[in-house]
C-alpha cells in the first residue's frame, strides 16, 4: 500500500516550549525491533542478552519512535496504541461521549496526530476518528461549561482530556464575559492619562496667567 503524507493534518515539528506538547511526546508506542540493538538489551528488563534482537517488542517514547522509524530505514516497525485501534474507533465513532479520555488518553487529540506523520497503514482512520470524536464531544463540553455553576466542575471535566479541559475553561470565561456585559458590569469608559495629565499642565497655565493679569491690575 502506497505511503501517505499526512502533513495537511500535523506538523512534524516538536514545539519545545508548550508543555502539553512535550507531554504528548512522551506518550508511548509498541515497537518491533527489526535490527539487532546491540549492548542496549538493558532497555528490555525481559532481554537476557545484551542486545535486542529482531523481533523483540518495546514501547518506546514517540519521539524516539519517530525517530527510529524513518522512510530510509526502519529500525523498529510500530503498531499503533490501544486507543486507536480498530475496537476503540468502533467505541468513539458509536458515541465518544461514554470514553473516558482523562484515563485512557489524557493527550488523545495531540499525541494522534503525532502519529498521522508516522504514515502508518491506519493513519486515514485514525485522523478520520480524531476529528469525529472532537465533533462529537465538543457539544457536550461546551454546554457543559455553560451549566457549570448549577453542577460539580470537577465531575463534569473528570472525563476530559487536556486540550477538553481548557476547551472547558474557555467556555467558563466566555459565560462569565456574557454575564457581566449583561448585567452592566463590563468596565467602564474612563479618561486617558494622557488627556489627564494635558488638562492638568493647561489649568495650572491658564491659573498663572491670570494671576499674571490680577497682578498687572493691581
Not at 55 to 75: M, V
Not at 84 to 104: C, P, Q, T, W
Not at 126 to 134: C, M, P, T
Request: with cysteine.
Amino acid at each position: 500500500m502506497p505511503k501517505t503524507s499526512f502533513t495537511r493534518y500535523h506538523d512534524d515539528k516538536q514545539n519545545f516550549f508548550n508543555i502539553n506538547d512535550i507531554l504528548a511526546s512522551q506518550e508511548r508506542i509498541p515497537c518491533t525491533c527489526e535490527i539487532t540493538l546491540h549492548r542496549l538489551g538493558f532497555l528490555n528488563p525481559s532481554n537476557e542478552g545484551g542486545n535486542i534482537v529482531p523481533g523483540a517488542k518495546l514501547d518506546f517514547p514517540l519521539w524516539l519512535a519517530n525517530g527510529l522509524h524513518g522512510r530510509r530505514r526502519n529500525i523498529v516497525s510500530i503498531e499503533l496504541p490501544k486507543t486507536y485501534k480498530g475496537s476503540m474507533r468502533e467505541i468513539l465513532s458509536a458515541d465518544a461521549n461514554i470514553v473516558d479520555m482523562h484515563k485512557n488518553a489524557p493527550y488523545f487529540y495531540a499525541f494522534g496526530s503525532k502519529l498521522l506523520n508516522l504514515q502508518h497503514q491506519e493513519s486515514t482512520d485514525v485522523a478520520k476518528i480524531l476529528l469525529e470524536a472532537f465533533v462529537g464531544r465538543f457539544r457536550k463540553i461546551m454546554d457543559g461549561s455553560q451549566n457549570a455553576s448549577h453542577t460539580d466542575i470537577n465531575q463534569l471535566t473528570e472525563k476530559l482530556s487536556c486540550i477538553e479541559k481548557r476547551l472547558f475553561s474557555a467556555g467558563q470565561s466566555s459565560l462569565t464575559g456574557f454575564l457581566s456585559w449583561e448585567n452592566r458590569r463590563i468596565t467602564k469608559i474612563t479618561m486617558s492619562e494622557m488627556v489627564g495629565s494635558h488638562r492638568k499642565r493647561k489649568r495650572a497655565v491658564m491659573e498663572e496667567v491670570e494671576e499674571e493679569e490680577e497682578a498687572e491690575e493691581d
